[in-house]
């Protein structure tokens, strides 16, 4: 079954922490990104990857960080430096042309 | 600078009734515009998409309107149905860029 895949759907973070958000893709797909979304907001991009090894920042990028070290797989931190981590993390993928990206369920993140 | 805009934050309609919703943009290198659909809590879904060479695309119940002089798309559900209740997410990109910019998205509510 292909797909983009996100764990874990819930996390907690500490004040002070580095959390990591999970993704893994199996659809081959070259480009992969992260967004944010906040209540009643739409998406905004906070790095994407379009080849391995490669990353670019997006709008909101401060206070996350990226790696790209597999084709299937584009981890984000976010790091103690994002002072208001508390959001709904969607990843995505797409390859070729004109290009449709697919999400994954998301990962809803919370301080304690 | 919001270069993609869902105007209508939410839109209520009747089950078996048009649904209509709008999104401007102001980037004219925009040359191709996407709908999503997402329900809380997950990830966007892909419903229909259009080049900038056309003027309409049609998919079952989802039609989607581009009239690039006034710089406007439209998605329209014929007929709507609950199921179709969900957040709309209007999308554009250039082609090679890769990063997609969306709308705030706008809530359909289908009334039974």
């Known amino acids: 079954d292909g797909g983009i895949t996100q764990s874990p759907k819930y996390l907690f973070r500490k004040e002070g922490q580095n959390v990591t958000l999970s993704c893994e893709q199996n659809l081959n797909h070259d480009a992969m990104y992260w967004y944010r979304q906040d209540p009643g907001q739409g998406l905004r991009l906070i790095y994407y990857s379009q080849i391995v090894n490669d990353f670019q920042k997006g709008d909101i990028a401060e206070g996350y960080s990226v790696s790209r070290e597999k084709k299937e797989s584009f981890p984000l931190t976010v790091t103690s430096a994002q002072k208001n981590p508390t959001a709904f993390y969607l990843c995505a993928s797409s390859s070729g042309g004109q290009e449709t990206q697919y999400f994954g369920p998301g990962t809803r993140l919370l301080v304690l | 600078d919001q270069q993609v805009k869902q105007n209508s934050p939410s839109l209520s309609v009747q089950e078996g009734r048009i649904s209509i919703l709008n999104c401007d943009y102001t980037n004219s290198m925009f040359d191709y515009f996407l709908w999503y659909k997402k329900y809380p809590a997950e990830g966007p879904t892909f419903l229909i998409s259009?080049?900038?060479?056309?003027d309409k695309n049609e998919d079952g119940r989802f039609t989607v309107f581009l009239n690039k002089s006034a710089k406007h798309l439209s998605l329209h559900i014929v007929p709507s149905q609950p199921g179709d209740s969900a957040v709309y997410f209007c999308?554009?990109?250039?082609?090679?860029?890769?990063?997609?910019?969306f709308g705030s998205g706008t809530r359909l509510q289908v009334q039974p």
């Open positions: 259009i080049s900038s060479i056309k």
């Open positions: 999308a554009a990109g250039v082609t090679g860029r890769r990063a997609l910019t």
